[in-house]
């Protein structure tokens, strides 16, 4: 019964702290021009983009208008400086809950210049709308939006410790949600039969959520044996087992290549012979496909190698007098995870490829737009989150019967 009521004021502080993270997006800093900055933002594609994990905050310039974004690229940053810098990878596994402690602050401490940095191209951005510009009233501006950004980071760090679930993936996840309704209301289709339309339009759903799931949930289970795991007869005990999931980097390879690629149409916005250059290479379909491609392989690898350490697993291995059947400990061990690691990370590519590219394939294929502008990459963020919030309150649901059973 304790763990219950444990669990519902996990709840509830979760679903408050989203509350108010969502209202403070739409109280708007005074001084700004909002129907002139609407009107120029309409069809402004990195906008569009920011705004599916700010909840539409880049649009409005609200207090919360940063949202999680610098936490999670601080975040981003933290683990590549992590395993590049070895006094930090020292502090990361030697040192603890205290070293632990030591890593959020960097992270703290970054996020709190990428927002400044992130405020300031903001305020300079928005200059033309503004009514008065003047010093007091920039300074004014990066001082709120960084605020903003600080207490975004606070709240999500108060939901990871008090609340259920990741902090930083459920105001993400409330985001993404809070732009269905625009999304379902610009929605249109060029098929004149409505209840073909449902169908199909219920199918791709299905598929892209059935996909999603098995990405987000598959993993390739490594059995692992010791002279403790022998069962009878010296038999294996396939019980013990490493896994490794088919997706390590979950949606970020998407973010990354999404990023990649309409981030250089937006700084050469204003340079109309490499803009038109730019928007003829990617109008080509099979082009923009296969780029689109290589970039989620390249940034599923990159965050495969982030996560994974191949060399760590093998020495943990070592130091537990475990091995993995058939293959010698030390490099022949590191070379095998490697070679699976490697074929996972590529399948889960993949997988990642269809999802975000749906769309556009299934309109190549059957000549009907049939899920443009209804956001499959959202789709797989929000499938990722429910999946791994679901966990989380299971856990909690099982600690609960057993803690009974125990009594």
Not at 105 to 114: A, S
């Amino acid at each position: 019964m304790e763990k219950q009521k444990k669990l519902i004021n996990k709840i509830i502080i979760t679903l408050i702290i989203l509350f108010i993270s969502r209202i403070g997006i739409f109280i708007p800093i005074p001084g700004i021009n909002q129907g002139e900055f609407n009107e120029s933002i309409a069809q402004n594609t990195i906008i569009s983009f920011l705004n599916i994990f700010s909840g539409g905050g880049f649009s409005t310039i609200g207090i919360f208008s940063l949202g999680i974004i610098p936490y999670i690229n601080s975040s981003i940053i933290t683990q590549l400086l992590t395993k590049i810098i070895p006094s930090l990878e020292e502090i990361q596994k030697n040192e603890g809950e205290s070293g632990k402690q030591k890593i959020t602050k960097i992270t703290r401490y970054l996020t709190t210049l990428w927002a400044i940095i992130q405020s300031i191209s903001i305020a300079l951005w928005i200059k033309p709308y503004t009514f008065s510009w003047n010093t007091i009233f920039f300074t004014d501006l990066v001082i709120t939006l960084t605020t903003g950004s600080i207490i975004i980071m606070w709240f999500s760090e108060i939901i990871t410790e008090y609340g259920i679930g990741n902090g930083a993936s459920l105001l993400i996840f409330q985001n993404i949600v809070s732009n269905i309704p625009q999304n379902l209301q610009n929605y249109t289709t060029h098929i004149n039969n409505k209840f073909i339309e449902i169908i199909l339009l219920t199918l791709s759903c299905i598929a892209i959520l059935v996909i999603n799931i098995v990405i987000q949930d598959s993993k390739r289970k490594i059995n692992i044996i010791a002279s403790k795991h022998l069962g009878e007869n010296n038999r294996l005990n396939t019980q013990n087992y490493i896994p490794l999931k088919l997706n390590q980097g979950g949606v970020m390879p998407i973010i990354f290549a999404s990023a990649a690629v309409t981030l250089p149409q937006y700084i050469i916005a204003n340079q109309r012979i490499l803009n038109n250059i730019f928007n003829t290479i990617l109008s080509n379909s099979l082009f923009y496909l296969l780029s689109y491609a290589f970039l989620i392989v390249i940034f599923s690898y990159f965050y495969s190698s982030i996560i994974l350490n191949t060399k760590d697993m093998a020495e943990n291995l070592q130091k537990m007098g475990a091995s993995i059947p058939n293959v010698r400990p030390g490099e022949d061990t590191i070379k095998y995870l490697n070679k699976i690691i490697n074929k996972l990370t590529f399948i889960g590519a993949l997988f990642l490829f269809i999802i975000a590219q749906f769309p556009l394939i299934a309109s190549k294929i059957t000549n009907i737009n049939l899920l443009q502008g209804l956001g499959t990459t959202s789709l797989l963020i929000l499938v990722g989150v429910s999946i791994e919030t679901a966990k989380q309150i299971q856990t909690y649901i099982i600690s609960e019967q057993y803690d009974n059973i125990m009594g």
